[in-house]
Structure formats: structure tokens, C-alpha cells
């Protein structure tokens, strides 16, 4: 039997982040996210939202406490099982980081063409999800060329084409309209739907008044729990 599909996909115990010798940013963090599930992650601006997502997509580690990522320990695991740990984790970073020498097509297959597939099956995955979130017309444009909206649902494309086990968005409706708002929050769903757990941080009250999802509240680097947004 395969235990881990019954472990949570992220478990954090006691969980504080400091940078240097600063103060924690985070402090007593305790959550765990089963699997296939969808979160809003929220507050001010400065609250550690940002910290805490690093520490999800594993590019550094608690300072303190316990992160478990798929079952694994983040501080007791070797770097080359983080790197492959990390492949199963798609992040839409708000600086977007796309390689701006490359077309949008290309930014989109990286994360398959690393994986190894086969040219033709990337090509069909990519211009599917380019036309869904309306990109086709600069598949093949440099992303140095595009607008920051398109650049944005770039970042989207690239980080649900590998269809990853954890999805963590930041801001991820931030630079774009609202109908392709939507759209973008439709895709969210339906990979929720089809398994992936996702956590969508934002400060938009419009977007967590529209889609009723429990939220991760953080304040003062404490993350508290609200599952009927009605109390909000």
C-alpha cells in the first residue's frame, strides 16, 4: 500500500523562519494541507506570505520546527532528493522569472523538455494550454516582447504544464483583466479537480468573496485558520 497518498502533502509543526540574526518573520506555524486540496493564502502586505511560500517550493528551510513536503523532512533531506522533490511543485513566482531570451512556447516547454518528453507530445500539452489562457497569437514571440499580463499567464502556463503535484501561486490574477481572471481561477479548479493540491496567495477580496475557499490568514507572522470566509 502506498502510504503516502494518506500523509499530508505539506506538514508544518512549530515552524519560524528568520533571516540572519532578524527577528522571525514567521513564528509558531502550525498547518498541514491534505492532499487535493485548495487554500487562499492572505494578508498585508509584508505579513511573510512570500517567506512562507519559499519555504513550500523548498528553496529554504525553517529555522526552526518541523516542514515535512511529501513526506519528507526538510531539514534532514539531501539536496539531490530536494531537487527531485521540487520538480513535483509548480510555482507562479510574482516576478513571473521567465527567460526572456526564450519565445513563450519555449518557456512553457521547459519544465516537460527537463522531464525528458518527447517533442511531439510537448507540442500538443503546450499550444493547448497557450490557447486556453489566449497566447497562441505570440507562441512564438520573445517574452521580453510581451505585455506584463501576457507574462503573467505565461508563469501560469509554465507552472501547471508538468500538471504538479502542488501548485503555489503567488498573486497569480494580479496583472491581468478580469475575464482572464476567471479563466486563470477555472484552470486552478480543474486541476484541483483532477488531484493537485493548490494554494493561491492573493490580497484581492473580490477574488476570495467569488471562490469560497478556506484561507490561511497571516498577521504579524502568525497563520491562523478560516474555513467559513463568512466570518471574515
Known amino acids: 500500500m502506498d502510504t503516502e497518498q494518506f500523509e499530508p502533502i505539506v506538514e508544518m509543526k512549530n515552524v519560524a523562519l528568520a533571516y540572519g540574526d532578524n527577528p522571525n518573520v514567521l513564528k509558531n506555524i502550525n498547518f498541514s494541507f491534505r492532499r487535493g486540496s485548495i487554500h487562499f493564502l492572505t494578508g498585508k502586505s509584508g505579513a511573510g506570505k512570500t517567506s512562507l511560500l519559499s519555504m513550500l517550493y523548498l528553496a529554504q528551510k525553517p529555522t526552526d520546527g518541523t516542514l515535512k ?16 522533490l521540487r520538480r513535483r511543485i509548480g510555482v507562479v513566482f510574482q516576478d513571473f522569472r521567465l527567460l526572456e531570451h526564450l519565445s513563450v ?10 522531464r525528458g518528453m518527447k517533442e511531439k507530445e510537448i507540442r500538443q500539452r503546450v499550444i493547448e494550454l497557450l490557447a486556453w489562457v489566449e497566447l497562441s497569437h505570440n507562441m512564438y ?21 508538468n500538471r504538479p503535484e502542488l501548485l503555489l ?3 497569480p490574477t494580479g496583472n491581468v483583466d478580469s475575464e482572464i481572471a476567471l479563466k486563470l ?3 486552478f479548479a480543474e486541476l484541483n479537480r483532477l488531484g493537485t493540491t ?11 468573496r467569488r471562490y469560497n475557499y478556506p484561507r490561511l490568514v497571516l498577521a504579524d507572522g502568525n497563520l491562523s485558520y478560516l474555513k467559513d470566509t463568512s466570518e471574515s
Do not use: C
Request: hydrophobic share 50%.
Open 105 to 114: 512556447f519555449d518557456n512553457v516547454a521547459l519544465p516537460l523538455r527537463i
Open 169 to 171: 501561486a503567488d498573486e
Open 185 to 187: 481561477m477555472k484552470l
Open 198 to 208: 493548490v494554494v493561491i496567495a492573493t490580497h484581492s477580496n473580490e477574488l476570495m
Open 141 to 161: 514571440v520573445k517574452s521580453s516582447e510581451i505585455s506584463g499580463g501576457e507574462k503573467q499567464r505565461v508563469a501560469i502556463a509554465r507552472a501547471v504544464i
Open 69 to 84: 513536503v511529501f513526506g519528507n523532512n526538510v531539514a534532514l533531506t539531501d539536496r539531490d532528493t530536494l531537487a527531485f
